[in-house]
């Protein structure tokens, strides 16, 4: 299929959730959805077998397509003659990410800055004025 037909299809489900991902796909009309079907489908058995990550927190983080390389044919036609045959090809990328995870190190992230805070505030500060400093000299 051609790079166009596949983005048509990609572009709809771009940063949506696993589980909403795979019933726009199955809804759709178009014939690129059952080979991007099949390609989530993978994706998410590789991230619950190999990470251990459930499906249900899963959303498309990043999903693109690169044009691949284009076989050309030639079709034979009347008088010895042969019109040339372009079939494109490309190359779907779809990358998985857990939701959990990215809570989990919001999280920690809220902890630090609360530490930092607490470390801040114990800063004392000096007024050099009225401490007897660079004006008080005749």
């Known amino acids: ?8 299809v990609i572009d709809q489900i ?8 795979l019933m726009i796909l199955e809804l759709m009309p178009y014939r690129a959805c059952y080979a991007i079907l ?19 927190s899963l959303i498309i983080s990043k999903a693109e397509v690169n044009e ?3 076989v050309k044919k030639l079709k034979p036609r009347a008088r010895g003659r042969g019109y040339p045959i372009k079939r494109s090809t490309c190359h779907i990328t779809i990358v998985l990410k857990d939701i959990s995870l990215d809570e989990e190190e919001e999280i920690d992230k809220r902890k630090n800055r609360m530490n930092k805070k607490k470390i801040q505030t114990d800063v004392t500060f000096h007024d050099i004025y ?9």
Do not use: I, P
């Open 1 to 8: 299929m051609s790079a166009h037909k596949a983005r048509r």
């Open 14 to 21: 771009r940063g949506r959730s696993y589980e909403e991902t």
């Open 38 to 56: 099949k390609l989530v489908y993978s994706a998410a058995a590789n991230a619950n077998h190999n990470k251990g990550l459930n499906e249900t």
């Open 68 to 70: 691949g390389t284009t």
């Open 130 to 138: 009225s401490s007897g400093g660079l004006w008080d000299k005749k």
